[in-house]
């Protein structure tokens, strides 16, 4: 069978050729532009071929079905050759529905904060416990350069995602993965120009939870409200196992201490657990919200009855994911991370526990808020507060931002001064600003965004290489 993915060049979409390559279908693709890493790394290893968007490529190869990705508009070219020619086209989780997960026991993490170091997580810890599963992961893992991975056994293992499939199919995607283990880190509200409110939010959540079967597995964050009021008020089949801070859950955190050596992080974690009262183990990546995270890893586990003495190297030895909290740079003054947080919450928790871990004496944060949530005025007070929490603040404008009606953006410039206002350095990112101009004794330097600053990590890179010299 031949499949045409328009839009290939999306972290998800390019994951979804390699599934469906390895798992025997002819694959192509397009771009409206070059395609950049990670994807073009992972595209560029698979052999898939990839064509600037022209309806003549529909009329070339003529595919069995297109995957249409869910920036693709109703009126793009392609999309209209594909519709005369009478070829279906699919979304990439109803294709998966139809043609991947249907002999699968799909495990699904899903929640506003944490859910791709999770799927990454579940996805290694299995993988290295020899039980060869498949995943999705909407990140690249630093230990197969790559996001996804076809094995042989059923279960399947794929990050969930609430924003609506394509143009035509505006189910979240997570509704169509079916999950038979399903791990709720957070609920949050966020994807603000497809929800209206949160209560939009917790419908859909609600209907991802009334799916997992009776003899599935429902892991949530006890600590989070908003998931508890859901797991009180659905129609559950599923047997439930809770985690987290509060004393009641069923895998209790009792400790977590982060330490920076020997240039990696080192997670020093105790709980409780139902099956051994004090249990202590090391995760490789920081802070009490990734200690949650494995815990929530390990009910999931506990609860398929998959526990394995392998499970506790394989923490240790996690090697994490591009761009959450990843170590560019480090020596006895300097330490460079990059992070993918953008959304308020996840930027000041991921801050506090780098900070916490490392123990700078001068912080530089430079943000960027790329989302179609973080574009909008909705967390402009919390941005203000949370910026705060660094010494140094260097923004950057988003492209596409003019984009947003004017009464809805975001300002900036409103943030600067309030930043200022407590005595921040606050200035607005451009080329010839060298970001180490501030850096004291011990530096900790970061980037958040949910893309890359690929022109400036090379340019202060250049400046570091210089200094050297």
Sequence with gaps: MEVFLIGIGGIGMCGVAGILKNSGFKVYGSEKD????????????????????DPQNIINIKPNAVIVGNAIKSDHPEVLESKKLQIPLYSFPSFLEKFILFDKKVLVCAGTHGKTTTTALLSYVLEKSELDPSYLVGGVLKHSLS??????????????????????????????????????????YDHADVYPDLNSLKIVFKKLIELVPEDGVIIYNYDDSCLKSLISKASIKARCISYGKNSKADFLLLESI?????????????????????LEFSLSIPGEYNALNALSVLALIYGLNLLDSKIWQAYENFPGVKRRQELLYADKNLIIIDDFAHHPTALKITLRELQKAIKPENTILVFEPRTNSSKRKIFQKEYEENLALADVIYLKEPPGIENIPKSERINLCHISQSLKNKGKKVYFLNENINLLEFSSEKTLLIFMSSAYFEKEVNRLFEILNHEEK
């Design 34 to 53: 070059r395609v950049y890493p990670p994807a073009s790394d992972i595209l560029r290893k698979l052999g898939v071929p990839v064509y600037k968007f």
């Design 147 to 188: 996001n996804f991975r076809t094995g042989n056994n059923p279960w399947m293992v794929i990050e969930g995602d609430e924003y609506p499939s394509s143009f035509f199919d505006k189910n979240p995607k997570f509704l169509h993965y079916k999950p038979f283990g399903l791990i709720l880190t957070s609920l949050e």
């Design 258 to 278: 982060t330490t920076f050596q020997k240039n990696r992080f080192v997670n020093k974690i105790k709980a409780k657990t139902p099956f051994k009262e004090i």
